[in-house]
């Protein structure tokens, strides 16, 4: 039996190509849901296997993709029909097993590469398939995720040989050991010189996993810095590569040619994004940008420009790690695990706070400005701070630390984050959960005196309490202390003074 396979959000279903042919008026139809592409496939298969040097049967010729009522989208049927024609026809023998097939055809025969080959083949491999043919350009992503033999296939006048192969036993072994990790492709730390507090942050940041805002007027670095906070994150786990592979593959974002992605993902919308360029959707259902950031960053630059709607959907992937989408009646879902990391002027002007500019902003403006994010949103932002412009000395100053010596600290604190939770489903300190925290977030005499003052004198809500705590625990793990003592109370305290009761900022 030949199989392709249908997406189903970040989940799919194989699909079974039957073909009959029988005496009547020579014909091609295809049935079983499919769209507009899958339709126009007669036409490309006819005219491919003709110049591939096959004959098409002169009869009436029925392909069926079955389960009939999943839709079938998109042209990776293509090559998968033009084989079950070929093998019903007797021009090509029995495979003798299950057989996943995907590709594009051209009208020349050529096999064109097509997204999503990792998911189909995930999931084939897990129903026990061993036999893959997929196009060249993608068989180093088939190859990172099969369970057996993979065969790459460039046109179809290549078939008979790749057959023989197939029930030869012959193919390409999938190696499941990773291959190197490759140069950490994120700028340095070291560029960002004279923001000592700024290069804090972002180790915190790093280190627990905390989403982030920075403000400040433009020029002072905030865009820089969100840039090189990737840059001090691990590389991913393996089971973390499949699913950050899987999504890109799926959205068609990753180059020809490429295998797992090994580091945490940095994605940068533009601010006229659309709901479902973020969220992800179309009639396709592909994933969005909070998506592409699974197990990396998302960097919203200029963040109240970006439209209401747009953030305000995301405080459910912020909280949960996924994102649903209703198509038809019909609900997908998409893994939307990401670090959130904002940057905004502090007033629609952006000079409110630089010293040899003025501010020709309202109060009310500027309220209505910050007002764009919402409260929501904002509660969900465990570290805000202000950024200044930086001098001419600080920028010919002495060198700073690298990406690499802060990222062995962060992987450190990581490590000591994994074995304390190791009996829960969260690792990192930011996604500790309310009734947990005062198992892992232990204080000690003066830590906790300066906790409770700190709360009093700020006003602070609960929501924003348990985010103090949180930081505080992970600036604890970074001096490798057991209970969080009062600096580490007044460290995450220090980064959780502004907007939470008034979104106006005041003077910086």
């Given at each position: ?308 709607p747009i953030l305000q959907g995301l405080r459910e992937p912020v909280e949960n790690g ?187």
């Open positions: 039996m030949i199989y392709c396979y249908a997406f189903r959000g970040f989940e799919g279903d194989l699909i079974s190509v039957e073909v009959d042919i029988r005496r009547g008026i020579p014909a091609l139809d295809v049935v079983g849901l499919p769209d507009s592409a899958v339709r126009e496939a007669r036409e490309r298969v006819r005219i491919a296997l003709k110049r591939g040097g096959f004959e098409m049967p002169l009869q009436r010729i029925l392909i069926n993709l079955s389960p009939a009522g999943v839709k079938k989208e998109g042209a990776r049927y293509d090559l998968s029909m033009a084989l079950a024609i070929l093998r019903a026809s007797g021009n090509l023998p029995d495979p003798g097993e299950p057989l996943l097939v995907l590709g594009e055809l051209q009208l020349d025969g050529k096999v064109r590469p097509v997204r999503g080959v990792i998911s189909a083949v995930s999931e084939a491999s897990r129903q026990g398939i061993r036999r893959f043919i997929v196009p060249t350009e993608n068989l180093p992503e088939a190859q990172t995720a099969a369970e057996g033999l993979v065969h790459s296939l460039d046109s179809l006048d290549r078939v008979s040989k790749v057959w023989k192969e197939l029930i030869e036993g012959r193919g390409e072994v999938c190696d499941k050991e990773r291959e190197g990790l490759g140069e950490n492709p994120y700028p340095d730390l070291a560029d960002l010189k004279g923001q000592p507090l700024c290069r804090r942050v972002l180790e915190l940041a790093a280190a627990g996993r905390h989403n982030l805002l920075l403000f400040g007027p433009p020029g002072c670095g905030k865009t820089m810095s969100a840039r090189r906070l990737p840059g001090l994150l691990p590389p991913l786990t393996k089971e973390e590569s499949l699913d950050v592979t899987r999504i890109w593959s799926q959205a068609g974002s990753l180059e020809e040619g490429t295998g797992l992605i090994n580091w945490p993902p940095f994605r940068m919308p533009h601010h006229s994004a659309s709901l479902q360029g973020m969220v992800g959707g179309s009639s396709a259902v592909i994933p969005g940008e909070i998506s592409l950031a699974h197990r990396g960053i998302l960097f919203l630059d200029e963040t109240p420009e970006f439209h209401t996924t994102v649903r989408i209703t198509r038809a009646g019909k609900s997908y879902w998409f893994p939307a695990d990401f670090q959130l990391v904002m940057a905004a002027n502090p007033c629609p002007c952006g000079n409110l706070g630089r010293e040899s500019s003025s501010c020709i902003c309202t109060t009310k403006e500027i309220e209505r400005y910050w007002r764009r994010i919402g409260g929501a949103l904002m509660d969900r932002i465990d570290l805000r701070l202000p950024l200044k412009p930086v001098g001419g000395e600080a920028l010919l100053g002495r060198e700073e630390e690298s990406s690499r010596l802060v990222r062995e600290r962060v992987t450190c604190a990581w490590e000591i984050q994994r074995r304390r939770h190791e009996k829960e489903s969260f690792i990192w300190n930011s996604r500790i959960s309310v009734n947990r925290l005062n198992d892992y977030c232990q204080l000690d005499g003066r830590g906790k005196a300066t906790f409770l003052r700190g709360m009093k004198k700020l006003s602070l809500s609960s929501r924003a309490s348990h985010s103090v705590l949180r930081v505080a625990r992970t600036a604890a793990d970074l001096d490798l202390c057991e209970k969080i003592g009062e600096e580490h109370i007044l460290e995450a305290l220090q980064y959780r003074r502004y907007g939470d009761r008034d979104i106006f900022w005041g003077k910086l």
